[in-house]
């Protein structure tokens, strides 16, 4: 369908056109005078300068043009030179009809379906999940659901942070503990056993244990950078470490992440593409690209236009091991080759963002990706705690995210019990899915870009510009529409939403017309806080309307009707939205 603003624009460019002016000006966009009118024109102002006349007069030629259109109610042109517009009641509710008969509210599907892959979540493997890795998975999960829904072929990979020194770390705290296991045997040339040795419990401890030892033992951090440059140059023994500590973690990962809601569908990681490294950094070596800098192997990837200088891209340290960079570059190769993506889209802290621009950089220079393919880094800001720096814990460490939503999830407990009383595990089952929107929304809601500060109290709170106060709004709808099916009516196969009756019913429905547009500028800007906006302003629309308006005690049955099929459109409306943010509302609350 097409967008409305698209629809009226049209209709003004026809305008223009038959009063003798260059339709170039006959953009049309929302009011900032909703008092005086719903959309405006302002090209009469700028028309004015081409055509050398005042420009009412050029608003009053058009308005006049426009006064014909079944499309308006009213259009006046207001001095200096504004056109507004107001929307007539029927053209709104057949917009609204036609909505309301796609399953996808009006919002096309991409003509040309591109192949995009999102990296995002970017755990480090044997490391718990803390908050610095909720962000990405939130705002990537839902970046990945909007670009779907927009029609386009998304892959959303986790990328493990699986090659680096804590590798190296688990496997010597390992051996002073279990030093016979046969994983350290050299002359070993058995199987080695399918059982881990280690449960997750111990994995996790014994990673803060050995990171924390190496700061203070040379020798010990010695020890692990050797079995770091061992494990990546095919130790056996290490090998098999390495696929146990893969195998627990991430069925430990997976376990969180899907009480996030959150699915990926590769769980590749920073080893997977250790493989396509050496011919790699060879072609580049080949073509010319990289060249030996004080003993390191690197790419010049500066640029004249540089205001701030931008070190080389290191692909290989003196010692001959790879970096971070390398990974990144590789890991590139490979999803061109098996999945040639049209763009990949990193979902990852902004304090990443020099790597990022040295990665992509380096991958153009050399080749690496299509002249087309977009490499687009989307920086996320920390998420602060109320004092305004990085949040955590009480104690001052590093606060594991089992806890964080686990502290949500009890707030919202509380609240519920407190509003009214309820069968425990019913009332638990609820607090999971409101918290879960609580902690999304009071994420998503904010640009990604920028720092916020994690509020339990606000982000719980049934009112304001939260995600209890979207699922309330939902739960409400449900609950009228339940109680309608209780009389025991039966909506008519062909009730449509009538024009609207009151202010508030207009005001509503102005706000469900906005819903393709906000998708494609959602979508387009890989920014879920627009689909946030909305829907608050959805919400707020709905609840004034709901407050002011008989819904079941509608005057006659077919006003109850068109009323009924608005809240069911305002409902898919809102649940749609939820989705693409990665939450959903429960039936009641
Ligand atoms: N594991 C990394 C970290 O915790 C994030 C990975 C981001 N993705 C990437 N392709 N580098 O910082």
Redesign the pocket.
């Known amino acids: 369908m097409k967008k409305i603003l698209d629809l009226i624009t049209e209709e003004t460019v026809k305008a223009f056109a038959a009063a003798g002016y260059d339709a170039k000006y006959a953009r049309v966009t929302l009011s900032n005078r909703p008092d005086l009118c719903e959309y405006q024109c302002n090209g009469a102002m700028a028309a004015a300068k081409e055509y050398h006349k005042a420009p009412i007069m050029i608003a009053d030629a058009v308005a006049k043009e426009l006064g014909g259109s079944k499309l308006f109610e009213d259009v006046q042109a207001v001095k200096p030179g504004f056109i507004n517009i107001k929307v007539s009641a029927g053209f709104l509710s057949a917009y609204l009809n036609d909505m309301h008969k796609d399953e996808r509210l009006g919002f096309e599907k991409a003509e040309h379906p591109r192949t995009i892959i999102i ?1 995002y979540g ?3 493997v044997a490391k718990p999940l803390h908050v ?2 909720l962000r990405s998975a939130i705002i990537g999960e839902s970046v990945k659901r909007i670009s779907r829904f927009a029609g386009h072929k998304v892959i959303g990979d986790v ?1 493990l ?1 699986d090659w680096g020194l804590q590798m190296g770390l688990i496997i010597t705290e390992l051996k002073e503990r279990k030093p016979k296991l046969a994983y350290f045997d050299e002359g070993y040339t058995g199987e080695y056993p399918k059982e881990a040795p280690f449960t997750i419990a111990e994995l996790e401890e014994i990673y803060p244990t050995a990171s924390a030892r190496s700061k203070e033992d040379t020798a010990y951090k010695e020890a692990a950078m050797q079995a770091t440059y061992e494990l990546q140059h095919g130790r056996k023994g290490y090998q098999a470490l390495l696929g146990h500590i893969l195998n627990v973690s991430v069925t430990d990962l997976k376990r969180n992440y899907v009480n996030l809601n959150v699915e990926f569908d590769l769980w590749k990681g920073e080893s997977d593409v250790q493989p396509y490294i050496p011919d790699m950094v060879k072609e580049m070596e080949e073509k010319g690209y990289a060249h030996m800098s004080e003993g390191a192997l690197v790419v010049d990837v500066s640029e004249e236009t540089d205001s701030k200088e931008i070190p080389p891209c290191m692909l290989l340290k003196s010692d001959g091991a790879s970096l ?1 960079t390398t990974t ?1 570059l590789a ?1 590139i190769v490979e999803r061109m080759k098996l999945y040639h993506p049209d763009e990949i889209i ?1 979902v ?2 902004k304090r ?1 963002e020099l790597h990022f621009i040295q990665v992509f950089r380096c991958a153009r220079k050399c080749g690496l990706v299509d002249e087309n393919t977009k490499l687009r880094f989307l920086g996320f800001g920390t998420m602060n705690g109320k004092d305004g720096k990085p949040f955590k814990t009480r104690e001052g460490g590093i606060m594991r995210l089992e806890y964080l939503i686990r502290s949500i999830n009890e707030r919202m407990l509380e609240k519920i019990q407190e509003s009214r009383p309820m069968d425990g595990a019913q009332a638990e089952e609820i607090a999971e899915l409101v918290g879960l929107a609580a902690l999304k929304y009071g994420d998503l809601s904010n640009q990604a870009s920028k720092d916020y500060v994690f509020d339990a109290d606000r982000f719980t709170s049934s009112e304001g510009n939260t995600g209890p106060y979207i699922l309330y709004t939902i739960v409400r709808i449900k609950s009228i529409l339940k109680k309608y099916e209780e009389t025991g009516k039966k909506l008519p196969p062909d009730a449509e939403i009538g024009p609207y009756r009151s202010e508030s019913e207009k005001a509503l429905m102005l706000e469900l017309v906005k819903f393709n547009a906000v998708m494609e500028n959602a979508f387009e800007e890989a920014a879920p806080h627009k689909v946030c906006a909305y829907i608050y302003d959805l919400a707020n629309a709905f609840n004034k309307f709901y407050h002011e308006t008989k819904i079941l005690g509608a005057e006659d049955e077919g006003l109850q009707d068109s009323r009924i099929q608005l809240l069911l459109l305002t409902r898919k409306a809102l649940e749609t939205c939820i989705d693409m943010l990665g939450f959903e509302a429960p039936e009641r609350m």
């Open positions: 990296d970017g755990p480090n610095g890795h990328h942070g971070y990144d890991t990193y990852v802290d990443q």
